[in-house]
């Protein structure tokens, strides 16, 4: 696999993208006029991504990976910031434009299960798309789903059209679920966790599905995972987020074998390795991760972290590039 370290142009480009939840309250309390609290789900997180490449984004649950990934296409409404995409800012989009920018930045949903209309045939739910945007004549539609459905290995697909979605396997389903997002030939695809739904036997296929695919069209991936082994697997580059913002961002091997920021290296120090007698990295960290809604004053990870310092308890680290192509946002790194 070619690693891409710097591309002269990016596909998507964010810059500041801010998304904040407002944090329901009870009705006396909106009387008393108690100040709107908000969930920073993600908190000015600025990033390239360049055509081709596999983007793995990393971190536990509740760091905000998902819910970037989805305000990075515009499936939720951005609080603040842009992305760039073909020179367009698709956050300043509306009506039709957004509509023709929308089909070619996809998605591909955790849970085959929740994400296909049990109610479709598999024809229906990969030809929704394209009936929506009229990509195809009427007479093409069966065609064009078809070569889909061939693509992500549902072959023959004549076996496949007419079922519904009940009479496949989790793995058939999540083909199903790339081909939908396939089918209108987009240049970028979020892919949220996967696989992590499905049996470990037949995760394998359908990851090589995804590889397979970014070879024959050139298709552009983030790729989420809580799993950073996963992540070297199948990314190009590796970002790593923790309670709303980017950590640390380099070269897939680079990051798993020369981690930088404390918090990777607990991530990396987490992953089971085969050999007992191998010697393994001893970083721990304490707790689980804070509320977003009020998250540690300067270095988010500071209550967690076996190395912070009073630095890091009141200014927040930018990140910044310490190694070519290697960015991490720690005040261990500050030149002085």
Sequence with gaps: MIKVIKMPEPLIKAINVKKYFPVRMSFIRSLKGEEQKWVKAVDDISIDIYPKEILGLAGESGSGKTTFGRTLIR????TAGSVIYKNVDIFKLKGSELKNYRRKLQIIFQDPYDSIN??????????EGLLVNKLVSKDKVDEAVASALEDVKLTPPEEFINRYPHELSG??????????ALVLKP??????????MLDVS???EVLNVMLDLKEKYGITFLFITHDLALAKHMSDRIAVMYLGKLVELADSEKLIDNPLHPYTQALIAAIPIPDPTAKKAEVKIKGEIPSPINPPSGCRFHPRCPYVFD??????????EVEPGHFVACHLYDKP
Aim: with cysteine; proline share 9%; aromatic share 2%.
């Design 311 to 320: 630095r890091c308890k009141v200014e927040e680290p930018k990140l910044k």
């Design 202 to 204: 037949i995760r394998a």
């Design 187 to 196: 240049d970028f695809i979020v892919a949220d966790e996967p696989v992590s």
């Design 118 to 127: 049990p109610r479709l045939t598999i024809r229906d739910v990969v030809a």
């Design 171 to 180: 793995g058939q389903r999540q083909r199903v679920a790339i081909a939908r």
């Design 75 to 78: 499936l939720i409404e951005p």
